[in-house]
């Protein structure tokens, strides 16, 4: 039976520990959504797909299976945008992976994947041009959850403390530059981002970890 052949642009999301010939990631399609794909080393054997894959590249890649689409292997790249910005501090990168490898662990339907694609491009922009990565994923992932279809406007923010809840509306619903300037409070953000995660495992399917 002859093997799979697919076309697509997608996000990195999580690289796997290489192996003998072969680097393993995760990818995100906005047509197929998480796809397992193998590179070639270099200097192996074969030169298929010479631009080596980095976390959090978007890419164009020609992608082949023999297993029904189980594994695709890389035959071509290219590269379409490097968010370098990210590995400027650990922070940052901390940040940024973690919201990565949520949407590598969570299967999002058919429906919903042109918005979680377009999601991560915005959101890894923000990670590369931020200096405040805390606030960048808190957003991200309020985002994710209501793109979802789970009602955390309605039902999560009014469970916050009054000063908590206008702290998340203003972070919610103000442009970065602007949160940056004001120098909002760290501790407050992460005890923010706590409580939606407290309220994403108590009321969603969506997985955390």
């Known amino acids: 039976m002859p093997g799979l052949t697919l076309q697509t642009d997608a996000h990195v999301l999580l690289k796997r520990p290489p192996g003998d010939a072969f680097q393993g990631f995760v990818v995100f399609s906005a047509e197929h959504g998480p796809l397992h794909v193998l590179q070639r080393l270099p200097g192996k054997k074969s030169a298929a797909g010479r631009t080596p894959l980095d976390l959090f590249d978007e ?3 020609q992608l082949e299976s023999s297993n029904q689409g189980q594994t695709w ?3 071509e790249v290219q590269l ?3 968010p370098a910005g990210i590995g400027r501090s650990y922070e940052t990168l901390r ?3 973690d919201f990565a490898a949520l949407i590598a662990r969570n299967r999002v339907p058919e429906e919903g994947r042109a918005k979680v694609g377009a999601l991560l491009a915005k959101v890894f922009a923000a990670f590369a041009g931020s200096t405040r990565p805390d606030l960048v994923h808190f957003k991200a ?3 994710f959850a209501r793109d979802e279809g789970y009602p955390v406007g309605q039902q999560w923010l009014p469970t916050l403390p009054a000063t908590l809840r206008r702290l ?3 972070i919610l619903h103000r442009p970065l530059t602007e949160l940056e300037a ?3 409070d760290v501790v407050q953000t992460g005890l923010l981002h706590r409580r939606l995660e407290e309220y994403l495992r108590g009321h969603t399917e969506v997985l955390l970890d």
């Open 59 to 61: 890419v164009a890649l």
């Open 80 to 82: 379409r945008h490097r």
């Open 141 to 143: 992932l309020y985002s």
């Open 95 to 97: 940040h940024a992976s």
């Open 73 to 75: 292997f890389v035959k």
């Open 168 to 170: 998340a509306d203003d």
């Open 182 to 184: 004001d120098g909002i």
